[in-house]
């Protein structure tokens, strides 16, 4: 597959209530169209959007269902509302896994302080139907790589799924490698993905994934795992 790199400040800005986003992922079959410009995702993931909460602003207690979602934290607090963990104050560099299965749940993520703050949300399909809700929650530590979703059954650290999701607070100079099909979404910092730089809001999909981070980096992750 050829390097394809799409540059977030490139594309509209749009959002709801209290935020403001731009979205890179769509899934056309999820959303009846995509909006111009986004890619269709991988696996069972369908959905990244980049949003900044202005001041105090909030989304809104709203319901899911059978969709698992996943909020990383790069800059500010989230103060998380809802049917799930009601009243984690979530910090930069925590990653927020919530399970709507067949039971679903509502939730209101709300930005607590008096500043802009930023959350990249990603939407990932269960495998399985019908499976009760569920809250995990992650924390990054530097220049460490950490699955955050996806994995083989019959464990429990994160929601068994052949679409994996990993997030990493990588050092200068650190490399990742992956001989498979990715999605990359650079959240900070910048690296050398095949001879290209790659930086903060670039989203990058090829083969065979060779990223070495030129300044501190976060960097989320997505692939499909082969258990043929």
Known sequence: MTLQILHRDDLERGGFAGLREHRLV????????????????????????????????????????????????????????GTLEEGNILQENQIQVQRAGGEGFA?????????????????????????PAGYKLYDLQQGKVIRVYGGSQGQDETFPSKT????????????ITLDDKFIVYVTKGSGIIDGEKVSNGDLIQG???EFRATEETQIILISVEDRS
């Open 26 to 81: 769509m899934n056309p079959q999820v959303f009846g169209s995509a909006e111009e410009g986004t890619l269709p995702g991988i696996g069972n993931f369908v959905y990244l959007a980049d949003a900044k909460f202005i001041p105090n602003g909030e989304t809104h207690l709203h319901p899911h269902k059978e969709i698992d979602v996943i909020s990383v934290i790069v800059e500010g607090r989230i103060a998380h509302k």
């Open 107 to 131: 939730h209101n993520e709300v930005n607590p302080d008096n500043k802009e703050n930023r959350m990249i949300q990603l939407w990932v399909i269960p495998e399985k139907s019908g499976e």
């Open 207 to 209: 083969t065979n994934l």
């Open 164 to 175: 994996v999701m990993d997030v990493g607070l990588l050092d200068v100079n650190q490399k």
